[in-house]
């Protein structure tokens, strides 16, 4: 494949990014779920 | 992308968006609302230990929709890396930087329907009869995946220009407006990140996002108002699509696969960002709480040694 490299870095850019913020999102949801009651919580 | 399924014991589907609209007239820590700030530290208010016993197994801002929703989207990219790297045919022109575009194209469209959905979130909570901060932070979460994904388009484009132009870079009608628009909107989240009450971040905010989204008309017609080097649409607005089936296919499924992705973030940002607010304003509680515990044990021993 040619210019396979500008490829590739095009997906690990638009896969990895949205990795990226979809793991900080869990992440900080759960940190701050653990400090609030359930029912500041709606959504469960 | 990562799946939410597994992080939360026993939700149940409760996806209306609704989120503890506390409303203070308090100052708040702005740092904590901007949420783009790329850290896992919780708010430091004065209620952390207290807020951590109040907690349950039920932690996160996930449901049964978006762990569902989650799995699909990992299944839509992982169908996108296959047709896009793999099945789909290099163009008789362009070759093989094609494949750029099915990525370029899915993100810059999810930019786009976040910035609108920003601009329609704030004009919601301007117009009084339907204003909730739940509208402010829908319109923050839209923001933030619409800025990650307009630098990957503007990342993903600079690779394709490199190819197809011989250059990352051009100071084209299309990519110069493309750039100022993602700059606004990193504007957008730095004055989400001022201080302030809730009720005026999201004022504020709501404001710029109107103006904003006014440039997202002139980038999109850029192509046609100046000379261009930049392409205009091939698929959006035409009647007779020139693309091989394959191709066509493949371009459709990035914009879906995408769509999906901003739809199950904005869920869980949205929720995360009424978290924080919440937060804000049980920290400033306890904190009032506390001092006027000192101040009527301060006054009780000085009562106490003057008689």
């Given amino acids: 494949m040619d210019h396979a490299g500008f490829i590739f870095a095009s997906y690990i850019a638009a896969f990895g990014g949205s990795a990226g913020l979809a793991w900080y999102a869990i992440r900080r949801g759960r940190a701050l779920g653990r400090q609030l009651p359930d029912e500041d919580k709606p959504w469960i | ?307």
């Fill in chain 2, 1 to 307: 992308m990562q799946s939410p399924a597994g992080t939360e014991a026993g939700t149940e589907a409760g996806t209306d968006g609704r989120t503890g609209n506390r409303t203070t007239d308090r100052h708040t820590n702005g740092n904590e609302d901007s949420a783009h700030v790329a850290t896992t530290q919780t708010p430091p208010t004065a209620s952390g230990s207290a807020h951590r016993a109040a907690g349950s197994a039920r932690a996160g801002t996930g449901t049964r929709f978006t762990r569902v929703l989650g799995v699909l989207t990992i299944a839509a990219l992982a169908v996108l890396a296959l047709f896009a790297l793999v099945l789909s045919p290099p163009d008789v022109v362009q070759g093989e930087s094609v494949r750029i575009l099915y990525a370029h194209v899915g993100t810059v469209w999810v930019a786009y329907l976040a910035f609108i959905v920003t601009a329609v979130s704030s004009g919601a909570y301007l117009w009084k009869r339907t204003s909730s901060l739940t509208w402010d932070r829908i319109a923050g979460a839209s923001a933030e995946i619409g800025v990650l994904f307009m630098a990957i388009t503007l990342f993903t484009g600079s690779l394709w220009g490199r190819i197809t132009w011989g250059t990352f870079w051009v100071w084209d009608a299309r990519v110069t407006t493309t750039a100022f628009l993602f700059v606004t909107y990193v504007g957008y989240l730095a004055v989400r990140g001022l201080g302030g009450t809730h009720e005026q971040r999201a004022r504020r905010s709501a404001v710029v996002a109107l103006l904003a989204v006014l440039e997202i008309p002139l980038v999109h017609f850029s192509v046609r108002l100046w000379r261009s080097v930049h392409q205009d649409a091939s698929v959006a607005g035409s009647t007779d699509v020139k693309l091989d089936d394959e191709m066509l296919f493949t371009l459709l499924l990035g914009t879906v696969a995408f769509t999906m992705m901003y739809v199950w973030y904005v869920l869980h940002r949205q929720r995360v960002l009424a978290m924080e607010d919440a937060l804000d304003d049980k920290g400033l509680d306890l904190a009032l709480a506390e001092r006027r515990n000192e101040g009527l044990e301060a006054r009780d021993m000085t009562e106490g040694t003057t008689r």
